[in-house]
């Protein structure tokens, strides 16, 4: 990589960043100049501090570290070795921190945006993303080379299922997947406890106005109802049943005594985010592509925290030019879940494809993308609303009779829209099933405030930072929890749901 690298206050040449490398070593030349050592201790302890993820002693052990430098120093001029390599070599280069692999891996990335703050005024070496700023001010470049990529994978093993004697993929979890498991744990703990300050007001959320996105399409309570007399008087008279209404109105009932039942779908602060950092009419077509859309092609079966995770793959790998995997247990930490490979065919179809949204063969998907873009009007009959409306079922009998009765019960609450109906209900119906094992309420923007924070501390990036990079331009992978080992059968099906 051409350029010169001038170190403020320190006296001599410029060296490339190909003599670095070349002569580096372990400690390298700059490990014995103090004054490297005491900027580096000046513009690392102005950062690392705000992480508060192992504490004083670790920064000064950081900081104080002569392989410090030369690691450092290593990833700004080289760019080419993964964030877990970087992890071994600082664990190796960095006496005295006593904690191995895990405590550098969770320093190092902050280490390096703190050295950059150092490097960058000062130097010509190109960075990674190489756009000047965006309007939001965050670089579209990083010190961290990017994109990110997502944790290793490994082969998964063939094994005998114990019941049937069928042999089926057995998932198996790289080292490194294994640790930022551990961390994101970790960091999800912190985040229930409430240590944390959210990127976004939930309490401020807003909906999106659906103006900017109607396109005056057909409705699935419309081009969903039977095509033949036999058929709509076969489901006319089932959701007829008296009894189908009352547990849906229980459902709802339940549900609005919930704290952040009502305006799950509201996330109109994204939106503006995406707008901030690409303009109005890039910036909206980029929040349907990438969180709408993205959503949608991804929720078969999936819990909000699993959906989101998946769809920002789903998004990483096209803006990335990679394909994505066609079997489940190929497919990076944190990816997964009961039905992965049916998502990854629909993120292939509907985003990787660029193939809109059919409201007739895909109604879920189709009032899924419709509710977070802000249309009230439609209502997302998922598993959950099927299953309480009609016991046992995972899809409704019938779409477009289902939300209709969604309308119905909304209206003799007194005006209440299907969407405002079925995000109370959702909770509701969850509640009842789960009981004292119910958590709450978490509204999608409370999701999309977790996955930031998990992420940003796992990569040392702030969470405006975590926002750009990741969600809006596609460049870092959005961490979610997810099980440490799963067996995928050879079709693909998760068979161990995730713990988060």
């Known amino acids: 990589m051409a350029g010169l690298i001038r170190i403020p206050g320190l006296p001599g040449a410029p060296v490339t960043p190909q003599g670095v490398l070349a002569g580096g070593g372990r400690m390298g030349a700059y490990s014995a100049a103090p004054d490297l050592q005491g900027l580096m201790k000046q513009y690392l302890g102005d950062y690392l501090p705000r992480q508060t993820v192992q504490g004083a002693s670790d920064l000064a052990q950081l900081t104080g570290a002569g392989g410090a430098a030369d690691l450092l120093m290593r990833q700004h001029a080289g760019g080419e070795t993964s964030p877990y390599e970087y992890g071994l070599m600082a664990a190796d280069f960095m006496p005295g921190m006593g904690k191995g692999v895990g405590l550098a891996m969770t320093a190092v990335p902050a280490a390096r945006k703190g050295v950059a703050k150092l490097l960058n005024p000062v130097q010509d070496v190109v960075s990674s993303g190489g756009a000047s700023p ?90 969903t109802m039977p095509r033949t007399a036999k058929s709509q008087e076969k489901y006319s008279e089932l959701y007829a049943d008296p009894a189908i209404k009352g547990r849906l109105r229980a459902g709802y009932d339940e549900g609005a005594k919930i704290e952040d039942a009502e305006n799950w779908y509201f996330m109109g602060q994204l939106e503006k985010e995406f707008v901030a950092e690409l303009g109005e009419e890039a910036g909206r077509a980029a929040f349907k592509e990438k969180f709408a859309k993205a959503m949608a092609a991804a929720t078969g079966g999936a819990s909000p925290k699993e959906n989101f995770r998946v769809a920002m793959y789903g998004n990483y790998t096209k803006a990335n030019n990679m394909e994505m995997p066609e079997a489940a247990y190929d497919l990076p930490y944190p990816i997964g879940g009961r039905y992965i490979s049916g998502n990854v065919k629909q993120m292939k179809k509907l985003l990787h494809g660029d193939v809109p949204i059919d409201p007739r063969t895909n109604a879920k998907r189709n009032n899924f993308q419709n509710n977070f873009l802000g249309d009230d009007s439609s209502a997302t009959m998922d598993e959950q609303m099927s299953g309480l409306m009609i016991p046992g079922s995972a899809d409704p009998a019938n779409y477009g009779h289902a939300e209709r009765l969604v309308g119905e019960l909304g209206q003799e609450i007194g005006g209440v829209s299907p969407r405002g109906v079925q995000d109370v209900t959702w909770a509701g119906a969850k509640k009842m099933r789960e009981g004292d094992k119910y958590g709450g309420s978490k509204p999608m923007i409370k999701e999309v405030n977790e996955s930031i924070e998990r992420t940003s501390r796992i990569y040392g990036l702030t969470p405006k930072e975590v926002v750009v990079q990741g969600i809006i331009h596609s460049r870092i992978p959005m961490l979610g929890i997810g099980g440490a080992a799963v067996l995928v059968s050879q079709t693909g099906m998760m068979q161990q749901e995730e713990q988060y």
């Open 134 to 223: 965006a309007p939001s001010g965050v670089l579209s470049g990083s010190p961290q080379p990017l994109p990110i990529p997502y944790p290793a994978t490994v082969p998964g093993k063939l094994v005998n299922d114990k019941k049937t004697g069928k042999e089926f993929t057995q998932k198996v979890t790289s080292p490194e997947a294994k640790d930022i498991t551990k961390r994101n744990t970790a960091a999800q703990r912190d985040i229930d406890a409430g240590h944390y300050t959210p990127y976004f007001d939930i309490s401020k959320r807003t909906d999106v106005d659906f103006r900017h996105y109607d396109e005056g399409g057909d409705k699935t309570r419309d081009v």
